[in-house]
T-cell receptor, first 116, second 114 residues
Framework: AQSVAQPEDQVNVAEGNPLTVKCTYSVSGNPYLFWYVQYPNRGLQFLLKYITGDNLVKGSYGFEAEFNKSQTSFHLKKPSALVSDSALYFC??????????????FGRGTQLTVWP | DAMVIQNPRYQVTQFGKPVTLSCSQTLNHNVMYWYQQKSSQAPKLLFHYYDKDFNNEADTPDNFQSRRPNTSFCFLDIRSPGLGDAAMYLCATSRDLQNSYEQYFGPGTRLTVT
């Protein structure tokens, strides 16, 4: 079974400070992991993904994520937060087998607020 | 630019009055998905099409139906909307199922049921 957990409903950080949004995963096959961002009344925007290769994945808008196999984590990071980064962030894992092939399993989301 | 388009962005319907939401894509992707998302929760998959093959999630109510007349278009039909069906409905596409392709989401249609 595939699942992801986002342990924090909310993350608050001051502009200019580094930010981390946490995600842990559980998979029965290869871990195909994704981060999406959602602004109010909008669809989800793809940020980055881990398929294989380097554990540090770089994505859009200066975001990156670190894949850690031993800790089964895929935390989203940014060295310097912007107020415009304030949004809802979803971690997801993609099923790579069986009747659920291609399906995304989302975490419950983490609301990031960056204050000036 | 290639994209996923949803119309309308906002839809108001009356309790029990059928409503259809529209999704189109210029990405030429094989897979199209419909999700329901309620107030800052994770999107919930309703069903998806892989080409013309329809795949319904086990817990999707019969009240929800879908049509995909061609590669570009996919429709979500709600036969008798209830107050509990008020939500954001998201359409997404993916190039294929077999590989690690990301899903591309449309802007969503916010459905209000009065």
């Amino acid at each position: 079974a595939q699942s992801v957990a986002q342990p924090e409903d909310q993350v608050n950080v001051a502009e200019g400070n580094p930010l981390t949004v946490k995600c842990t995963y559980s998979v029965s096959g290869n871990p195909y992991l994704f981060w999406y961002v959602q602004y109010p009344n909008r669809g989800l925007q793809f940020l980055l993904k881990y398929i294989t290769g380097d554990n540090l994945v770089k994505g859009s808008y200066g975001f990156e994520a670190e894949f850690n196999k031993s800790q089964t984590s895929f935390h989203l990071k940014k060295p310097s937060a912007l107020v415009s980064d304030s949004a809802l962030y979803f971690c997801a894992v993609r099923s790579d087998r069986g009747s659920t092939l291609g399906r995304l399993y989302f975490g419950r989301g983490t609301q990031l607020t960056v204050w000036p | 630019d290639a994209m996923v388009i949803q119309n309308p962005r906002y839809q108001v319907t009356q309790f029990g009055k059928p409503v259809t939401l529209s999704c189109s894509q210029t990405l030429n992707h094989n897979v199209m998905y419909w999700y329901q998302q309620k107030s800052s929760q994770a999107p919930k998959l309703l069903f998806h099409y892989y080409d013309k093959d329809f795949n319904n999630e086990a817990d999707t109510p019969d009240n929800f139906q879908s049509r995909r007349p061609n590669t570009s278009f996919c429709f979500l039909d709600i036969r008798s909307p209830g107050l509990g069906d008020a939500a954001m409905y998201l359409c997404a596409t993916s190039r294929d199922l077999q590989n690690s392709y990301e899903q591309y989401f449309g802007p969503g249609t916010r459905l209000t049921v009065t």
